[in-house]
Every structure is written in structure tokens, then in C-alpha cells.
């Protein structure tokens, strides 16, 4: 998108997120002409950089923004890609996967070839994908299978975590890929466990959809991966399941906010367990910061005692977090601790 444009989406988003209360559908119409497709994927980027960082109440405010435009903005899918055939579809597809192959999964050699030709990350893409992995397995052993599943989800990864086209479409297709690894995969296995935690996060930052359903299938999709990633089987594995439970649960929609907050405090408290200061430095440091945001809004219990166990969370991510290692953290979790 145009830097200007760009500019222009990051400063309505900021008047909209510090405007009072009821003023924001005058805001919306004020600037009717920035509200795209673009609009909304910036939306989303910023809301889960938020989330990352602890600021839960802005990431909430804009996805249920992005539910609301969703109603009234156009949203197609950004199919550009007249002239081209499925088997345009199909040899970028195969170029994909054979440079994926030969990649050592850096996806530098990736980004280049999904941003030339972006036209094609469409609903259509989708759709070939699923002929091209069938033609390609066909006949094979299940050695060979595994390993083209394999190829499918690397790429499929890349493609999720790609900045390039529209955003929207590329979590789509990240989705429906995600989906085919997960039928050839054997269920129960770890391989199977792994998918289903890459499909849920593609659910968490979903644009298209509803907001609550999307964070629901998330949830369970994490709950069923730890049937596998159990804590005695695959203890580290448990431990990112806990720490992604519980982050999906802060964002939770549906059910009582103080019971998902409480949720949210319980399975950060267990993915401790696993994420040591010792061994995990920083993944606990920002657990420490997450528990600290979690009982900063936390309903239940005393306000007091919560305030108190928000601060020392708070104080116990700026061990690691300091000043000279961690600058923007420090400055996050000071203006944390003045307003507790």
C-alpha cells in the first residue's frame, strides 16, 4: 500500500483508540474513504501487537471494529490475477514447494516469490493446492507423503507470516492449508499436535469471520493439541500450549469476562512451570508481564490484592526486561506499574 495510505490508516486507528466513548462511528464517517480491505488487516497487525505487549482492552476495541466494517465493507478477495489458469496456479505452487525444499525453512527465499506474484494468494489458490498435494501423493510411500505434508506446512507457515498482498486472503489460505496437512496427518501424533497449534494461531488473527467463533475454534483447537503435548511426553510443548490457552482466553469473547481473565491467570501459571527464569528467560519474563496485565483487569477477587499482585508481576518482568537490554519493554512496563 501507498506509505501515505499507510500513514493515514495508523493515525485514524490511533483517534479511534484515545477518542471518547461514542464518538467513533462520526470519526468512521469522517473518514469513510480509508475503510478497505487494507484498513481492517491494519487494524488486525496493530491489534495483535497490542495483545503481544499487554494492551488487551485496544486489541478487543479494534477486533470488534473489524467485526462491525466487516458488515459494511466489500470484501472480495483481491483476485487480481486475470488471464492466469490453474495451471499458473499450479507452477507457482510446485516453484513454491520446490523452493521451500531447498530453503533450510528461511523464508528470505520465500518472500520474494509470494510478493512477486500476490496476485495469486486468492481463494483459488486454495483450491489448486488441494489438487496439486493430491496429484503429488498419489502412489506414494508414506515416507514421501510425510515429507511433501511437511514442505506443505513449512510453506504454509511462511505464507501465514508473510506481510506482503492482502492479509486477509493470506490467513485464509493458511487455514485451508493447514487444514489439508492436518487430513494427511496421523491423528494423536505429534506432527498432527504441531498443525493443530499453527491452524489455531491462524484462527487468532483471523480478519474474515466472526471474531468470537474464530477465538472459540482457537481455543479448542489448543486444548485438543495438549491431548499429545502432554507435560511428561513433551514438557516444553505443554508449556507453549499453556502460554497460548491462556492468551486466547484474555481475548476471549464469549462467556463471562471474569471467568476467561481467571482462565487466562491459571494456564499462565501452569506454562510457568515449564517456562523457567532459568532456562526461558525471556518467554518468563513476558509471562510475569502477561500475569501482571491479567490481574491488572482482573474482576473477580479484591482490587486491592489484585492491583498488589499486578505490581509485582510487573516488577518481576523488569529482572529481565531492563532498561539497557530491553528499552521499549522497560518503558511498557514502567508506565505499567505508575498506573497500578
Known amino acids: 500500500m501507498e506509505e501515505n495510505r499507510a500513514q493515514a490508516y495508523l493515525e485514524l486507528i490511533h483517534t479511534l483508540l484515545n ?3 461514542g464518538e467513533e462511528p462520526q470519526i468512521l464517517e469522517d473518514n469513510s474513504e480509508l475503510l478497505d480491505v487494507e484498513f481492517l488487516e491494519t487494524c488486525e497487525l496493530v ?4 495483545a503481544q505487549q ?9 477486533r470488534s471494529l473489524i467485526s462491525q466494517l466487516l458488515q459494511l465493507i466489500d470484501i ?47 481463494a483459488r489458490f486454495s483450491e489448486i493446492l488441494e489438487q496439486v498435494l493430491q496429484r503429488l501423493i498419489a502412489g506414494e510411500n508414506a515416507q514421501t507423503i510425510d515429507s511433501i505434508i511437511s514442505l506443505v506446512e513449512d510453506l504454509t507457515i511462511n505464507i501465514s507470516n508473510f506481510a506482503g498482498g492482502n492479509r486477509a486472503n493470506n490467513i485464509e489460505i493458511a487455514i485451508a492449508a493447514y487444514q ?23 484462527y487468532i488473527t483471523r480478519i474474515k469471520g466472526s ?5 472459540e475454534m482457537a481455543i479448542a483447537l ?4 495438549l491431548t499429545v503435548y502432554t507435560l511428561e511426553a513433551f514438557p516444553e510443548d505443554w508449556g507453549m500450549a499453556q502460554n497460548n490457552l491462556a492468551a486466547a482466553y484474555a481475548n476471549r469473547i464469549n462467556g463471562s469476562r471474569a471467568e476467561n481473565i481467571d482462565r487466562a ?4 501459571e501452569a506454562a510457568l512451570t515449564v517456562r523457567t527464569p532459568e532456562q526461558f528467560p525471556e518467554d518468563w519474563a513476558m509471562i510475569q508481564y502477561n500475569l501482571g496485565n491479567a490481574h491488572n483487569d482482573r474482576i473477580n477477587g479484591s482490587r486491592a490484592e489484585n492491583l498488589e499482585k499486578a505490581r509485582s508481576f510487573y516488577e518481576a518482568a523488569l529482572t529481565v526486561y531492563t532498561r539497557e537490554d530491553f528499552p521499549e519493554y522497560w518503558a511498557m512496563i514502567q508506565k505499567k506499574l505508575a498506573n497500578a
Open 222 to 225: 489448543y486444548g485438543a493439541a
Open 180 to 202: 489439508l496437512v492436518l487430513n494427511n496427518r496421523q491423528p494423536g501424533s505429534e506432527k498432527f499436535a504441531q498443525t493443530q497449534n499453527n491452524l489455531a494461531a491462524a
Open 19 to 21: 477518542c471518547p466513548s
Open 54 to 62: 499487554g494492551g488487551q482492552n485496544g486489541a478487543n476495541f479494534l
Open 47 to 50: 491489534a495483535e501487537k497490542m
Open 265 to 268: 491467570i491459571a494456564f499462565f
Open 76 to 122: 472480495n478477495d483481491g483476485d487480481n490475477s486475470a488471464g492466469e489458469n490453474a495451471q499458473d496456479y499450479a507452477n507457482f505452487i510446485l516453484e513454491l514447494l520446490q523452493a521451500e525444499d531447498g530453503s533450510n525453512s528461511n523464508p528470505d527465499v520465500i518472500y520474494p516469490m509470494l510478493a512477486e506474484r500476490k496476485h495469486l494468494l486468492n
Open 211 to 215: 471474531r468470537a467463533e474464530n477465538v
